[in-house]
Every structure is written in structure tokens, then in C-alpha cells.
């Protein structure tokens, strides 16, 4: 990936801030700018230079990861706060910015108490901007994370068994993910069987697949960097008519909402497409979340498809569309893709069955 190429876009966007510097605290800000995947690292963004501020037990990695990059390594004994301050006042700006969605309040006022003589100037979302517009490479990774999704599911479907319980469930998708190369789940991953499927951020208990007619799975895979996050039903009983019907509806609002997904277009219109349908059959209010975000380094980045949004849809970003109706005492149904927008409109990056004829567990 062409680090130095973000860190130049990321300078202009400093310069019109009327800043000298930046300080980026951000874990994954840090590694979207410089490929560093450790941690208690800071990167110093000033005008003609960038140096990473880190400490010892990465001084093999960070050669290895950010061959390009000065680093300064702090010693034992001497604490990251001092380290920071003592870097950003040998760099000789006046004004830098700091991440202020990321940087605490106690670490904000002891920079100013030891920075004096510079002006401290929060900023939001300036880094969180350029990665809402994945490159080639991000794309590419993101689909082979959800490829290796698609595979992880194969597997726990072929192995469904009315004995499996929502925590058991889990635990396989973890494991199979691992298997087969993937650093991990993007998130902790939601089973919920029957009525739990009403819970939309429900943890899996010890309920059992055989206590309910069907099960809401809710998972994802990072590849090594980027995730994926999808939502599927898998039904291990008949399917009755009540659940054909609104499945269905659910299906019909995901896909008008994939329909209307191209550049320019707002992210509250393309929230609405999918909340129409549900609203016109009556279940508006069984839908209480926003329809979709950002995925990429993160599960929750920019942009937020939901109602209201201001924003427009630019090519290069990547975004879930997740359409639900939850019903308490009997379940819920949510069908969730991840989709790329493309210079004239977008293109579903997950592959994974979601007809309800072919959800049959087993």
C-alpha cells in the first residue's frame, strides 16, 4: 500500500486547516498512515516530515512494517506522554492538531501543560475522511475477507445440528476462520436462536438450535487488516408462512436499497429506500437502527447510512446494507451484504445464499 501517498493527501488537508503539524493517536489511524499494526505508537505528521514516536519492544517490527519511516524509540522509564511532548516541540511547529475523538482529556491537558509556548488545535475526522475511499488494494483485501467469510459459513452450516447452542455456534465460527487463514472474526459474532433473534446485538448463550425454528447469524472475518460483516437466517425447521412473508419484505427493502446505491447519491436517501418498504407494510417500527456503515480497517467506519444522513456516496466506499424487523417473543429477521460503490453504481462484495430456500441448515 502506498503509505507515503496518504500521508501527503493527509498534509494538504493540515496545511488548509492552518495547522503546522498533526499529532495521530488513533491505533488504526496510525496504521492506515504508515502500516505499523502494533500499538502505544504515535505518528507526528508535520510538514516536510512524518516520525513515528514508539518504544522498544517494536524496534524490530517497526523496521519490518514501516521500512520508510523514521522512528523515535522511547526507553524504559520515561512515559509516552513525556515523549510526545518532548518530539512535538523539537519539530518546531506552532499550532498542531490532535485527534480529539481519540486523544483523552488527561493526555490533552498534560501535551498543554508541557507545551506551553504551542498552540493545541482539536480536530475530528480528518484521517477517518480518506479511509471512507478504499484503494485498489483495500478493496481487494476486504473481498478476500469476505471470501473467507462465505467459507467460514459453508462449513458451520454443513455442521449444524439441533444440539449446537448460539455459544457453541461461536465458537465454530472463530475457529473455522482461523483455519482457514484469517487473523480472526471482525467482532465478537451474534447467534441468536428463535425469539433471541429479536435481540439485535445479542450474545450467544447456551440456548440450543432446537429450541427455536430458526437462528440469526451475525458475523464477519478479518483477513489480517480489513473485515467484512455479514447477517444471515438459517432455518432448521419448516418454514412457516409468517416467516416466509417477512423474510421476504426484508429481502425486497435490502435490495431497493442496493438498487439506489451509486455516487452522489445521500446516505439518509439510501436509508430511505429500504425504510419505505418496511414502513409501507407496517413494521417501520420494528426497524430501529440505522440501515448500514463503513467497513475497513474497522466494523463501524464512515460513512452511516441512516435516516437523515447528509452525506453523499462517493466510489471507493465500502458499506453494509442490514435491513431488520425484530419482533419480541417471536425473532428477527436481518440480511446484511457488504457493498462497494463504483464509478456508476455498486457491486454486492458478498457472496453467501440469502434466498430463504437456500438458509436451510445442514
Same mark, same amino acid.
Request: contains cysteine; aromatic residues 6%.
Given at each position: 500500500?502506498?503509505?507515503? #501517498?496518504?500521508?501527503?493527501?493527509?498534509?494538504?488537508?493540515?496545511?488548509?486547516?492552518?495547522?503546522?503539524?498533526?499529532?495521530?493517536?488513533?491505533?488504526?489511524?496510525?496504521?492506515?498512515?504508515?502500516?505499523?499494526?502494533?500499538?502505544?505508537?504515535?505518528?507526528?505528521?508535520?510538514?516536510?516530515?512524518?516520525?513515528?514516536?514508539?518504544?522498544?519492544?517494536?524496534?524490530?517490527?517497526?523496521?519490518?512494517?514501516?521500512?520508510?519511516?523514521?522512528?523515535?524509540?522511547?526507553?524504559?522509564?520515561?512515559?509516552?506522554?513525556?515523549?510526545?511532548?518532548?518530539?512535538?516541540?523539537?519539530?518546531?511547529?506552532?499550532?498542531?492538531?490532535?485527534? #480529539?475523538?481519540?486523544?483523552?482529556?488527561?493526555?490533552?491537558?498534560?501535551?498543554?501543560?508541557?507545551?506551553?509556548?504551542?498552540?493545541?488545535?482539536?480536530?475530528?475526522?480528518?484521517?477517518?475522511?480518506?479511509?471512507?475511499?478504499?484503494?485498489?488494494?483495500?478493496?481487494?483485501?476486504?473481498?478476500?475477507?469476505?471470501?473467507?467469510?462465505?467459507?467460514?459459513?459453508?462449513?458451520?452450516?454443513?455442521?449444524?445440528?439441533?444440539?449446537?447452542?448460539?455459544?457453541?455456534?461461536?465458537?465454530?465460527?472463530? @475457529?473455522?476462520?482461523?483455519?482457514?487463514?484469517?487473523?480472526?472474526?471482525?467482532?465478537?459474532?451474534?447467534?441468536?436462536?428463535?425469539?433471541?433473534?429479536?435481540?439485535?446485538?445479542?450474545?450467544?448463550?447456551?440456548?440450543?438450535?432446537?429450541?427455536?425454528?430458526?437462528?440469526?447469524?451475525?458475523?464477519?472475518?478479518?483477513?489480517?487488516? @480489513?473485515?467484512?460483516?455479514?447477517?444471515?437466517?438459517?432455518?432448521?425447521?419448516?418454514?412457516?408462512?409468517?416467516?416466509?412473508?417477512?423474510?421476504?419484505?426484508?429481502?425486497?427493502?435490502?435490495?431497493?436499497?442496493?438498487?439506489?446505491?451509486?455516487?452522489?447519491?445521500?446516505?439518509?436517501?439510501?436509508?430511505?429506500?429500504?425504510?419505505?418498504?418496511?414502513?409501507?407494510?407496517?413494521?417501520?417500527?420494528?426497524?430501529?437502527?440505522?440501515?448500514?456503515?463503513?467497513?475497513?480497517?474497522?466494523?463501524?467506519?464512515?460513512?452511516?447510512?441512516?435516516?437523515?444522513?447528509?452525506?453523499?456516496?462517493?466510489?471507493?466506499?465500502?458499506?453494509?446494507?442490514?435491513?431488520?424487523?425484530?419482533?419480541?417473543?417471536?425473532?428477527?429477521?436481518?440480511?446484511?451484504?457488504?457493498?462497494?460503490?463504483?464509478?456508476?453504481?455498486?457491486?454486492?462484495?458478498?457472496?453467501?445464499?440469502?434466498?430463504?430456500?437456500?438458509?436451510?441448515?445442514?
Amino acid at each position: 500500500m502506498n503509505y507515503a #501517498a496518504r500521508r501527503d493527501k493527509l498534509r494538504r488537508i493540515v496545511r488548509k486547516q492552518g495547522l503546522d503539524a498533526l499529532l495521530v493517536t488513533d491505533a488504526f489511524n496510525v496504521t492506515y498512515l504508515t502500516g505499523f499494526t502494533g500499538d502505544s505508537t504515535y505518528l507526528v505528521l508535520a510538514a516536510d516530515a512524518s516520525r513515528l514516536l514508539s518504544d522498544e519492544r517494536f524496534t524490530l517490527q517497526l523496521e519490518e512494517e514501516c521500512p520508510d519511516l523514521e522512528a523515535s524509540l522511547r526507553g524504559a522509564g520515561k512515559s509516552l506522554l513525556d515523549f510526545a511532548a518532548e518530539h512535538l516541540r523539537a519539530c518546531g511547529a506552532r499550532r498542531i492538531g490532535f485527534e #480529539a475523538d481519540a486523544l483523552t482529556v488527561t493526555l490533552r491537558s498534560g501535551l498543554a501543560d508541557r507545551l506551553p509556548e504551542i498552540g493545541l488545535q482539536p480536530t475530528s475526522g480528518l484521517v477517518e475522511a480518506l479511509r471512507a475511499i478504499k484503494d485498489r488494494e483495500e478493496v481487494a483485501r476486504i473481498r478476500r475477507a469476505c471470501e473467507l467469510a462465505r467459507r467460514t459459513f459453508e462449513v458451520v452450516r454443513a455442521r449444524w445440528t439441533p444440539d449446537l447452542t448460539e455459544r457453541e455456534a461461536a465458537a465454530e465460527l472463530e @475457529y473455522q476462520a482461523r483455519r482457514f487463514g484469517a487473523r480472526g472474526l471482525s467482532f465478537p459474532p451474534i447467534v441468536g436462536v428463535g425469539p433471541r433473534a429479536a435481540l439485535p446485538h445479542g450474545r450467544p448463550t447456551d440456548q440450543r438450535v432446537a429450541e427455536g425454528d430458526f437462528t440469526l447469524i451475525d458475523w464477519g472475518v478479518q483477513e489480517g487488516l @480489513y473485515v467484512s460483516d455479514l447477517t444471515r437466517i438459517l432455518v432448521h425447521s419448516k418454514i412457516s408462512p409468517k416467516l416466509r412473508r417477512l423474510y421476504d419484505l426484508v429481502l425486497q427493502a435490502q435490495q431497493s436499497a442496493i438498487a439506489a446505491i451509486r455516487p452522489g447519491v445521500s446516505c439518509g436517501d439510501v436509508d430511505a429506500a429500504a425504510r419505505n418498504v418496511l414502513e409501507t407494510a407496517g413494521y417501520g417500527k420494528q426497524f430501529g437502527h440505522g440501515l448500514g456503515h463503513g467497513i475497513g480497517l474497522q466494523v463501524h467506519e464512515l460513512p452511516r447510512l441512516s435516516r437523515g444522513q447528509p452525506g453523499t456516496l462517493s466510489a471507493g466506499m465500502v458499506v453494509t446494507v442490514e435491513p431488520g424487523i425484530y419482533l419480541p417473543g417471536w425473532g428477527g429477521i436481518r440480511i446484511e451484504d457488504d457493498v462497494l460503490v463504483t464509478r456508476d453504481g455498486c457491486e454486492v462484495l458478498t457472496s453467501v445464499p440469502k434466498q430463504l430456500d437456500e438458509c436451510v441448515a445442514g
